[in-house]
């Protein structure tokens, strides 16, 4: 039996959207085009058209499902599940091309005319509940403005992955991630809280 | 008398690299043109290739000069030094397009192809010495690690100032900034000296 049309719709438009991040990853969003993310993706121009009109259109499908790219699943809590969370996006930045993509694109979005931070304010609020749910459970100090420190920490991160990518192409990111937090906690975690966090024993292996 | 040849040509370079730096910061590396930077600079096009060859070369040169487009000088010492420089580059940030054009291009230095961590470590080396000068005052608590708190300051702040510029265009970086240091001088300075440290009172005077 033939695929329902609709199925292979969707199908057709995830290849698109992985192509076109495969090409925003490798050239930025100036060095790609339509007809390099066509050949990637192996479509005609019409299966193009259908999903997409634009360049800009297939940037801005990639900058905005950010969160949809990554699935994180872990059974700890509270600032420790943060803490996982961090090291989890670090090893998408180094294995995953679509959340990649999606990073640059919301770092350098000034080069499509973009002003949006959408994708930054989703990983705020993704922060800020976590770190709700840390206060439930007392693990913060009285003085921590939750929403404040997860703008601090959105920032940060975004940062120190620009950095570490010039620098190491990423592969220093979890070691980063480890001096980031080591200046952070003192500030934020109650010293019974901080006795009990677990990082990465070698956060070179999460580079493997 | 006419102006010595030598005076002319360096001028004429300042008044090229001050239009470029307004062009990238305008448009990006990629929106960016020689012909709209001669533009801007009111140079021939003889005048601009004996300073500059390629749109390259005029990034490669904003990017590489990027201390020197800041001047900085304050009585103060050590870590107060470290804060207020931290505010002093934010209304740089805010109103200096040589600087903004420069940070911009090494955030996005993927866009001309480039993989370059020298402004970053450039910046590294200036926070590192005001750490060791803090150090030597007794302001840095025994376990801080001078080098590692510079390279995550300079990540942590390169991100914050990236998405103060999403959010905002930078008018909320003083703001932003005052959090940053909320969260990280309590892992790094004596509760003596964080007891002396002044802050702007009113972070958005900076903005003014």
């Given at each position: 039996m033939a695929e329902p049309k609709q199925e292979r719709a969707v199908k057709t438009r995830e290849t698109i959207l992985y192509a076109a991040a495969e090409i925003f990853d490798e050239c930025g969003y100036s060095g790609a085009s339509i007809s390099k993310i066509m050949n990637r993706a192996q479509v005609t121009q019409g299966g193009m058209y259908f999903h997409f009109k634009s360049k800009r259109s297939l940037a801005q499908a990639v900058l905005a499902h950010q969160q949809e790219f990554v699935h994180f699943s872990v059974e700890t809590a509270g600032l420790q599940k943060l803490i996982d969370l961090t090291f989890f996006l670090a090893r998408e930045l180094q294995n995953n091309v679509l959340f990649r993509a999606s990073v640059r694109l919301a770092v350098e979005q000034g080069e499509f005319g973009a002003r949006d931070d959408t994708a930054y304010q989703e990983w705020v609020n993704e922060f800020h509940a976590l770190l709700r749910e840390a206060r439930n459970q007392g693990e913060?100090?009285?003085?921590?403005d939750e929403a404040e420190f997860a703008n601090v920490l959105v920032g940060a991160y975004s940062g120190i992955q620009v950095f570490s990518n010039v620098s190491s192409e990423r592969v220093d990111l979890p070691e980063r991630l480890v001096s980031m937090w080591r200046y952070l906690l003192p500030a934020v975690a109650t010293p019974q809280a901080r006795a009990k966090f677990s990082f990465p024993v070698d956060p070179q292996r999460l580079a493997a």
């Open positions: 913060l100090l009285a003085d921590v």
